[in-house]
């Protein structure tokens, strides 16, 4: 009975003390009720400019079949006899198929897709507060030669604004060696226009459309191809789509959605050119290897024939020199001859 009512006792005491936990919170939102709406709208408010300014992240997706050669099928009918073995552990290899995704994947193969659209150059427009990335839409165009863009040591950042005495380029870039970036300010009445810096000429041609109009500026910043491929390679995820199919499924993230579904257009048209050129490469090394062959084999031919003749001419010699001479009815012998074929045979025979 004591027991039940001490924990009688607690059980209230503990209800009495929650009761007054609660209250005390309530009277303290109901007095400071100005400071939690104002915290609230803050909150609010840093979410809706975050969302607002930050850029956002895009995805564009692909699917590409990769056929296999009748070679590769082969293998990969030979390799289900090992199943049991790479089941266990004991056996692990990989097929064409992974082969192939990690070529879609591989630096080269992104470096060649950048070249070919010239994503090394990218542009950005001034908005109220930062630069907006911007493609296909840039009124002017800016490169430099294949030999100097290879050995970019750094980014070629530039600033590029119009007004109306014409246009104006401001921009750094970085030499190897260098302790500070090199600076450089030049201006234009009108487009295409070369800088000349230590890295290389620095190309600028106007686009008819969109035309840069005054007051509009616009960056620029240019990296080596080897440099900017690093970024679309990390931004791209290549995975089969099921373990039965030789399909791969191609993502990539990016800024701008149109770009990305570009990209992955311009890269499934690198990987085909690259496998058509792998293909004539090796169809031409074995025409190479086939008319080498056969010219070894007719120079062996021509040899083996001179040998022959050269054989049976000797052997013909040979013969006519150990066999005696024969008699031809058509024709009769001289006394003389008769005389030294009586002289060579024995005394038995008869002429």
């Known amino acids: 009975m004591e027991e039940n009512k ?13 009761s007054f936990d609660i209250n005390t919170i309530i009277k303290m939102v109901v ?46 009918r030979n390799s289900l006899q090992f199943a049991s073995a790479a089941s266990l552990g004991m056996i692990s290899a990989s097929n064409g198929f992974d082969n192939e995704l990690e070529i879609l994947k591989s630096r080269s193969l992104a470096e060649q897709t950048v070249r070919d659209m010239k994503l ?11 630069y907006i990335p911007i493609y296909q839409v840039n009124p002017f165009n800016v490169d430099m030669d294949a030999e100097h863009l290879n050995e970019l040591y750094g980014p070629v950042k530039m600033e590029v604004s119009r007004d109306s005495k014409g ?11 260098a302790s500070k970036p090199f600076e450089f300010s030049k201006k234009f009445a009108a487009l295409p226009a070369i800088i000349k810096t230590e890295v290389g000429d620095v190309h600028i041609t106007a686009n008819e459309n969109p035309e840069m109009e005054e007051g509009a500026h616009f ?26 199919t030789t399909i791969a499924n191609l993502v990539l993230v990016d800024a701008i959605p149109a770009r990305a579904i570009d990209y992955l257009n311009q890269l499934v048209e690198s990987y085909n050119f690259q496998a058509n050129e792998d293909k004539n490469l090796v169809t031409q090394h074995t025409d190479e290897f086939i008319a080498q062959r056969l010219e070894k084999s007719a120079l062996s031919l021509v040899r083996l024939r001179t040998t022959l003749k050269t054989t049976r001419s000797s052997t013909e010699w040979l013969k006519s020199s150990s066999m005696p001479p024969r008699l031809s009815s058509s024709r009769p012998l001289p006394a003389t001859a008769l005389k030294k074929l009586a002289f060579r045979f024995p005394s038995s025979t008869r002429f």
């Open 6 to 18: 001490k924990l009688e006792l607690e059980m209230q005491e503990q209800e009495e003390r929650s």
């Open 31 to 76: 007095l400071n009720w100005q400071w939690f709406i104002l915290s609230l709208i803050i909150c609010v408010g840093l979410g809706l400019i975050y969302l607002r300014y930050t850029t956002p992240q895009h995805r564009a997706f692909a699917k590409i079949l990769v056929k296999e050669d009748e070679s590769a099928m082969r293998s990969g």
């Open 120 to 130: 090394y150059v990218e542009y950005y427009a001034k908005g109220r507060i930062k």
């Open 167 to 177: 246009y104006s380029v401001e921009g750094v870039y970085y030499v190897k060696g």
């Open 219 to 244: 960056r620029v910043v240019m990296r080596a191809p080897v440099d900017e491929a690093v970024k679309y390679v990390n931004a791209l995820s290549v995975s089969p789509t099921s373990k039965t």
